[in-house]
C-alpha cells in the first residue's frame, strides 16, 4: 500500500530480458533500509526488489505489467518515481495507492496557470468513470485531486515543487503516464452496479 507521495526520483539504469524483464534503477534511497521481495511504487507499478546494491535497486517485471503499463517503453535513463510501502504509523500524505495500474493515459495538453501548470490527459478505455471531480487520481505514482473533467479527459494542476521532484517536469503532450483509479471510487462503482 503507498500514498501516491513520492520520496524519490531515480532514473532506469539498465533493463535484461530472462524470461520476465528486470529493471535495474539508481537511486537516492539508502538500500541498506531495502529488503529483498520489498515492495517500490516505481512510477506507478508496485514491483518487487528482487536484488540491490549501493545506490541501485532491481525489480523484475512480467509481461502482463509491460503490456499494461508504461514500463514496456523504458530505456536505459528514462526518470522514475519512486515510493516506498506505507508502514503503519506513516502519515497518509496522498490518498490510498494500490500500485495496481488499470492502463495508460495520456496527455492532450499542458498550460500555464500561475506558478502551476495544468495537464490535461484522456483517461483509457473504460475508466473515465472513475474520474470525478475533487477526486483523486494516481498518475505515474503521483496522488493528485482532480480538478474538472470533460467529455474528452479530465485536469489536474502541478505544483512547481512537484514538477521537479518527480516525472511531471518532464512530461508533454502526447506522454504516456500509468494511471490508477481511485479504489474507494472503484468499490462505490461496484456496490452501486449491483443495487
Given at each position: 500500500m503507498f500514498t501516491g507521495i513520492v520520496t524519490d526520483l531515480g532514473r532506469v539504469r539498465a533493463i535484461s530480458?530472462?524470461?520476465?524483464?528486470?529493471?535495474?534503477?539508481?537511486?537516492?534511497?539508502?538500500?541498506?533500509?531495502?529488503?529483498?521481495?520489498?515492495?517500490?511504487?516505481c512510477s506507478g507499478p508496485c514491483l518487487t526488489v528482487v536484488d540491490k546494491g549501493p545506490g541501485r535497486f532491481t525489480v523484475q517485471a512480467s509481461a502482463e505489467t509491460l503490456a499494461r503499463t508504461t514500463l514496456g517503453s523504458w530505456t536505459v535513463g528514462t526518470p522514475v518515481n519512486f515510493e516506498r510501502s506505507l508502514r503503519i504509523g506513516d502519515e497518509l500524505g496522498g490518498h490510498i495507492v494500490s500500485g495496481h495500474v488499470d492502463g495508460v493515459a495520456i496527455v492532450l495538453e499542458t498550460r500555464a496557470e500561475g506558478d502551476s501548470t495544468?495537464?490535461?490527459?484522456?483517461?483509457?478505455?473504460?475508466?473515465?468513470?472513475?474520474?470525478?471531480?475533487?477526486?483523486?487520481?494516481?498518475?505515474?505514482?503521483?496522488?493528485?485531486?482532480?480538478?474538472?473533467?470533460?467529455?474528452?479527459?479530465?485536469?489536474?494542476?502541478?505544483?512547481?515543487h512537484t514538477r521537479r521532484h518527480?516525472?511531471?517536469?518532464?512530461?508533454a503532450e502526447?506522454?504516456?503516464?500509468?494511471?490508477?483509479?481511485?479504489?474507494?471510487?472503484?468499490?462505490?462503482?461496484?456496490?452501486t452496479a449491483r443495487s
Open positions: 530480458k530472462d524470461g520476465d524483464t528486470r529493471f535495474d534503477f539508481d537511486t537516492g534511497y539508502d538500500t541498506g533500509e531495502i529488503a529483498i521481495g520489498a515492495s517500490i511504487a495544468r495537464f490535461v490527459f484522456a483517461a483509457p478505455e473504460g475508466f473515465a468513470r472513475y474520474v470525478a471531480p475533487k477526486g483523486s487520481i494516481a498518475l505515474d505514482g503521483v496522488s493528485l485531486t482532480v480538478n474538472e473533467v470533460d467529455e474528452t479527459g479530465f485536469g489536474v494542476n502541478i505544483i512547481p518527480t516525472t511531471f517536469g518532464r512530461l502526447g506522454d504516456r503516464v500509468n494511471f490508477e483509479v481511485d479504489t474507494i471510487a472503484r468499490y462505490v462503482d461496484r456496490l
